[in-house]
């Protein structure tokens, strides 16, 4: 089992999303953020099982899809780094990914 840690920026982009939904729907705001946080809890026992970013094409860095997002992730020896959560719509910068190393 891995340690799933999150940077700053995946939790100012989460706060962002969070902020927008609660426009309209405040308690769906914080069920979204529940879901999206036990989503990557779920790395720690199955740090593989999302997919390589085919923007970035490194098998360290890695997705998984949750509704319309998409939760990238870096493998480390012995913890998952959650780099950012991203809207699938909005072109991912592959540069903002790799300079967070």
Do not use: N
């Not at 920026?9 to 946080?37: G, H, M, N, S, T």
């Not at 997919?51 to 860095?61: A, F, L, N, S, W």
């Amino acid at each position: 089992m891995v340690r799933v840690s999150w940077t700053i920026q995946a939790l100012d982009d989460l706060d962002a999303i969070c902020e927008f939904i609660a426009r309209d729907v405040p308690r769906y705001a914080q069920v979204f953020a529940l879901k999206i946080f036990e989503a990557a809890d779920r790395l720690e026992s199955f740090p593989l099982s999302g997919r390589m970013v085919p923007e970035i094409g490194k098998k360290e860095i890695r997705e998984i899809i949750f509704g319309d997002y998409r939760i990238v992730y870096r493998v480390l020896k012995d913890e998952v780094e959650i780099i950012t959560v991203h809207h699938g719509a909005k072109l991912l910068d592959p540069q903002k990914i790799i300079t967070s190393d």
